[in-house]
Every structure is written in C-alpha cells, then in structure tokens.
C-alpha cells in the first residue's frame, strides 16, 4: 500500500476528462478529498475508493511546508 499525506501529487488509474492524471491531495480523513492539477476540479471519494483508484505517487509534499 502507498503511504501518502495532504499536498502530495499522485496518479490516478483513470484520467479526469480535462486530459490530466496528476492530482493533489487536499484532504485526509476518513474521506479523500483531491484536486486536479490541469482544470482544479475537486473530488471527494472514500479512502476504500482512493485506495483502489490509485496508481502511484508522484511526488511527496515537503514537511516542512506545513
């Protein structure tokens, strides 16, 4: 299983329709809220979801951001 937190960029398996399949993590919890990076549409998806729709991540949020 991949570890990621809030900021982080993942890859999707699906691509949003603007063409992109980068992500942003803006929530964590019980819920996955994310963002694409191409058109800044938001999506809200159970972490049972995330999990499964998830290809990779592509970068890690720094710490030292937050």
């Not at 999707?12 to 019980?30: F, L």
Request: charged share 30%.
């Amino acid at each position: 299983m991949a570890t990621y937190d809030k900021g982080d960029i993942v890859m999707m398996k699906k691509p949003h329709p603007c063409g992109t399949n980068r992500w942003q993590i803006t929530r964590v919890g019980a819920d996955i809220k994310i963002q694409c990076t191409g058109c800044g549409h938001l999506v809200m998806m159970t972490r049972q979801k995330f999990d499964k729709g998830l290809k990779k991540v592509l970068e890690h949020a720094d710490s030292a951001d937050e």
